[in-house]
């Protein structure tokens, strides 16, 4: 399940006793901009926006813990220890300060992170995610027309029943979130989808996936005990889209954070970085430039 990116990688990490998989490249003496991605995806989320960030930045995208090529753990999947252990990971990888850019669930643990280790990050991106929490309504929706784009939420926090009705069906599965939530249903290939299904019916693939959501409420309440003590004062970018499921990443995200601005792609759905990688490669870079010039 090793997919090759030309001029990129494959690396593998200590982060606190498990073993985090990463794909690295571009420039070694470049400002580094870690990514990270959500379900039901994994590095290969990235892959079209690699190649344009490696020209200015050294790029790293990180499997998240029961992503991808990552290790499976059966302890917590809330949101903070999983932040701790991306930013051991990213230390171990030789990254002592980062931009980090994350998307749906990779958002999720991004802004856990930030909370947590601040002072490792320049400024952070976070790409449509219902972060718990924080940008994710307190109810999904009963409008058809609105409910399609959340409701696996309350599916997959429900016991045992997710495992009985997608073992098996994995593909399937992961082919309807892929087709249905990006704007066009050819944004992904059956490569894409193979990929993606194979990670997810890996040994423990499926129980790691749906532990995040099982886990929210825990990384929700950690959030806000965090937030009582602090807001976010790093630079920090929302990026939504046109036909995504958070329709201003920027307002919903601006509560809890000092320095937020926000940006809007076009023609994309839910799955940013694939509908529109020259697009996130242009916002990422507007992003980092202005926020690193002096006050």
């Known amino acids: 399940m090793t997919d090759e990116l030309p001029g990129f ?31 039901p995806q994994t590095w290969r989320a990235w892959r079209t926006t690699m190649p344009g960030l490696a020209e200015r930045f050294r790029v790293l995208a990180i499997d998240l813990p029961g992503q991808g090529n990552s290790d499976r753990p059966h302890d917590s999947y809330d949101t ?27 958002a999720w643990v991004a802004f856990s992170l930030a909370l947590k280790h601040e002072d490792r990050l320049h400024g952070v991106a976070l790409l449509d995610a219902g972060i718990p929490g924080i940008t994710l309504p307190d109810s999904i929706p009963t409008d058809p027309d609105r409910a399609w784009k959340t409701w696996h939420f309350a599916f997959h926090l429900v016991p045992e029943l997710p495992e009985t009705l997608l073992a098996g069906r994995e593909r399937e599965y992961v082919d309807w979130f892929l087709k249905a939530k990006a704007l066009s249903p050819t944004t992904f290939d059956s490569a894409d989808i193979d990929h993606y299904a194979d990670a997810i019916a890996a040994e423990g693939g499926l129980r790691a996936s749906l532990a995040y959501y099982r886990d929210a409420a825990e990384s929700a309440r950690k959030n806000h005990e965090a937030l009582e003590r602090q807001h976010l004062t790093v630079p920090v970018l929302g990026i939504s889209s046109s036909h995504g499921s958070i329709p201003d990443m920027a307002a919903s995200l601006s509560p809890w954070a000092d320095n937020v601005t926000g940006v809007v792609i076009p ?23 202005r926020a690193a010039q002096p006050a």
């Open 9 to 39: 990688t494959h690396r593998w990490a200590d982060a606190d006793g498990i073993r985090l998989h990463a794909v690295e490249g571009g420039r070694p003496d470049g400002p580094a901009v870690v990514l990270l991605a959500g379900f």
């Open 80 to 106: 903070h220890t999983v932040a701790s252990r991306v930013q051991a990971a990213v230390t171990a990888l030789g990254v002592p300060k980062y931009w980090l850019v994350a998307h749906d669930i990779g």
């Open 267 to 289: 023609e994309a759905g839910h799955f940013i970085p694939d509908e529109q990688p020259d697009a996130v490669v242009a916002a990422l870079t507007a992003f980092i430039e």
